[in-house]
C-alpha cells in the first residue's frame, strides 16, 4: 500500500521566483492538506482540497495556491517567493468522511535565496 | 482559535526506562481529536496515538498511552521502555469534530533524546 508521496524532496529558489510542489495520496484517500513547517516550530495549516476545491484555508497570502486533480493528486503553487517562504511543505491526505486521520508525506524543503 | 502548547522544549530519557511528554490546549469545542505525532531526522510525520475527545478510556498503542483529561484539557503522552528509536520531536496535534475545523493545529514540539 503506497504511503503519501511527495516530489521533489528538496528545491533551491531565489526571491521573486514561482515554485510548484507536488503531492500523491494515500490509496484510497480523497482529501488533502498541506502545511507548512518552519525550523524548529510545529506545522501551520496552508490549505485543504477535497473534490478539487479549496475546502479551508488557514492564515497565508494569496501567493500561496493549490489545486487537486481527479486523481486526488495535488498541487502546491507558492508565487513571489520570500526569503521566508524557505521551509519544510508537509502534504497529508485523509478521507473527508469519518474518522479523518491525516498521514503525512516526507515533505519537500525549500530554501529561497 | 484552538491553540495547542508543549511547554517542554527538550526532555531526555535513559534507554528501557519511562518518560512523559505533556500536552495542554484551548477549544471552545466539545468533541474533537487529539493526536501525537513523531518526526524523526528523516523529516517524515508518523502518527503515534489518536485519543476521540467523547471516549472516556485512555488510548494504548503498545508502548505508547496517554493521559487524556478532559477537564484539564490536557493530553500527555508516555512512553514506556524507550528505545533509541524512539528518539525524536514529538508533537500533540488537535482537530475539530467538522466544517472548518477539521485541520490539525500542532504545538510547537518536544524534542526527545534517548540516552543508552
Known amino acids: 500500500d503506497a504511503g503519501v508521496t511527495q516530489s521533489p524532496t528538496h528545491l533551491i529558489k531565489t526571491r521573486g521566483q514561482q515554485v510548484t510542489l507536488r503531492c500523491s495520496p494515500k490509496?484510497?484517500?480523497?482529501?488533502v492538506s498541506w502545511y507548512q513547517q518552519a525550523l524548529g516550530q510545529g506545522p501551520q495549516f496552508i490549505f485543504q482540497?477535497?473534490?478539487?476545491?479549496?475546502?479551508q484555508r488557514g492564515n497565508f497570502p494569496d501567493r500561496f495556491s493549490g489545486h487537486q486533480f481527479p486523481n486526488y493528486s495535488s498541487e502546491l503553487n507558492v508565487n513571489a517567493l520570500l526569503l521566508g517562504d524557505s521551509a519544510l511543505y508537509l502534504c497529508?491526505?485523509?478521507?473527508?468522511?469519518?474518522?479523518?486521520?491525516?498521514?503525512f508525506g516526507p515533505g519537500t524543503r525549500l530554501l529561497v535565496l | 482559535a484552538q491553540t495547542v502548547t508543549q511547554s517542554q522544549p527538550e526532555m531526555s530519557v535513559q534507554e528501557a526506562e519511562t518518560v512523559t511528554l505533556s500536552c495542554t490546549y484551548d477549544?471552545?469545542?466539545?468533541?474533537?481529536?487529539l493526536f501525537w505525532y513523531k518526526q524523526p531526522p528523516s523529516r517524515q510525520m508518523i502518527l503515534v496515538i489518536r485519543?476521540?475527545?467523547?471516549?472516556?478510556q485512555n488510548a494504548t498503542e503498545n508502548r505508547f498511552s496517554v493521559n487524556f483529561q478532559k477537564a484539564a484539557k490536557s493530553f500527555s503522552l508516555k512512553i514506556s521502555d524507550s528505545q533509541l528509536g524512539d528518539a525524536a520531536m514529538y508533537f500533540c496535534?488537535?482537530?475539530?469534530?467538522?466544517?472548518?475545523?477539521?485541520?490539525?493545529?500542532f504545538g510547537s514540539g518536544t524534542q526527545l533524546t534517548v540516552l543508552p
Open positions: 477549544t471552545s469545542e466539545s468533541d474533537y481529536y
Open positions: 485519543q476521540e475527545a467523547y471516549k472516556q
Open positions: 482540497y477535497y473534490e478539487e476545491e479549496e475546502r
Open positions: 490509496s484510497g484517500h480523497d482529501t
Open positions: 497529508a491526505s485523509s478521507l473527508m468522511q469519518g474518522w479523518e486521520t491525516q498521514y
Open positions: 496535534a488537535y482537530r475539530g469534530y467538522s466544517g472548518s475545523a477539521r485541520q490539525l493545529t
